[in-house]
């Protein structure tokens, strides 16, 4: 039996992935200007009201921003399912996460349940459509291999995250009495160790081999290594609420487990793009090898966290969220983002107006971006921010150049929106001649 | 089934190979070596485009009763990137890098895009369908290869 339902639609409008992609660097620059404003109390702990603000506003409004956009892309391509109302959808899921991301920070700022609870309400909104839109996606496509099992599997982690999420923000609104100290530990590692990174591993499964010419993940990788890490997950959270030290023992060993699977995951791809194919440079692939060192030393700082337990500095764990936040999970989605905003304005362009002669290619569009410089700014940026765990009194510093290479970003994707509205006035303008 | 998918996903394989050569001989400004690659890359790619378009697409269209949906798509997809395999070739014979390299990499990503829904998605359908046909299938393929 055939899957005639599979229609092959061509990619949705631009409008779709382009609105997450304009907001999200906002969101970035909001986050800087935190930590710029409070500066040394922001970073006294990761608990912190404006260190929680600002780490949501990173999480929630920039990276689950771009997926979210990306997702709502790149499905249609990667399993041909068309999609429904894709315009109403991502209005929907757009301006809920927008107004319940900037409520959720204000919420932490200003301790006052109003801003909570409406946070609460339209990121389940955001994400509840999202989620189910994505069910319904994944179950139209019969046949997807390990991608669409990988996505399976971030979705899952998705679910917890928000779940997790929700009771927190409920107890700290209203005094909900909760295993708090447990749930705020398992919330980030499902969002960051599981939502985000699992998303990721499974689009680099399938786009960088076929964007960098490598040769394909290993099989081994492919088959296990997302399951495997969505059961150490399983087993962790199981770990936080057994007592004693059988519970100790099951967190320690679901920690290992973790940690050898991401380390497994940023060496093979290392390796991978140090055999590719492809000899040509371009700025993705800096972006990626920043990214996957900074999850090899986050990865590396877990392990002493693992086995120091309670030992370890306060400012270690910092440490840890900023490489592997603004570190791996920045460094990966940027490079992504600079690599699919100039491919889908040129495919607009040209899928809209063929032979006219007057769409710029996509290097043209990314050479506007300056990507090089920005990639250095990144990494002296990344640099400041992790020195001022140590040294507060850089954090001010550091959320100045956070600012400057988050407005560099917007600047970026507005640019690529005006050359598809300026060619296309240009277009039209020629066919009504 | 999948020898279809296989013999099909090889020449993309292959494809990229050559686009690989073409374009860093460009890069490092080895015209002499750019010209036979990219002739090898256009001829590969023409091959494998004639081999889709005049006998698996046909003979899906046929078994499957579905006209005009995902086959027509990536015929518009091959002739987006023939405009640009043109392309190519004019900014090689005037020998200009920077616009070379921009077509390039525009095609390199369509090409890919392009790639990953036929391999995750058309050639998943085609084998079904021509499940008992793949040997006259192959073979057609085959004798075009052969008049390459």
Redesign the interface.
Known sequence: M???G?????APPISVPFRFFITAPLFLLAAAALLFAYGPDLMASRHSAAALAATHLVTLGFSSMVMCGALLQLLP????VPLGHPGRMAWLVHASLVVGSASLAFAFLSGRPLFFHLALVLLTTAFGCFGLWLVGALRKIR???A?IQGMRAALVALVVTVSFGLVLAAARSNGLAIPYVALASLHPQWGLGGWTVLLIVDLAY?LIP??Q?TSPFPARMTSGLIPSLLLMLVAKTLGEFVSGPAGEAISLAASLGLIAGYLWFAIVTWRLLALR????Q?TTLQFWRLGLGLLALSVCIALLSALAGDALPEAWLQMLGVFALPGFILCVIQGMLY?IVP?LT??HL??AY??MGIVP????I?ARFHADRQFALLAVALAMLAASCWFPVLSRAAGLLWMVHAAWMEINVLQAAHIFRKVRRVARMRAAH | MSRIIQYLSAEHYQCDNLFAEAECAVAEARWEQAVPFYDQFRNETEKHFRQEEEVLFPAFEQASGLVGGPTEVMRSEHSQMRRLLSRLGHELASRNAEQFLGEAETLLTLMQQHNLKEENVLYRMASQALAGQADILLEKMRALEAQA
């Open positions: 055939l899957p005639i599979l229609s092959f639609q061509q391509v990667l399993g041909g046949e997807g291999g991608s399938q076929m964007f010419l194919r492809r000899k040509v371009d690599k491919f040129w495919f040209q899928s063929p032979g290619n996509v290097r043209d990314h």
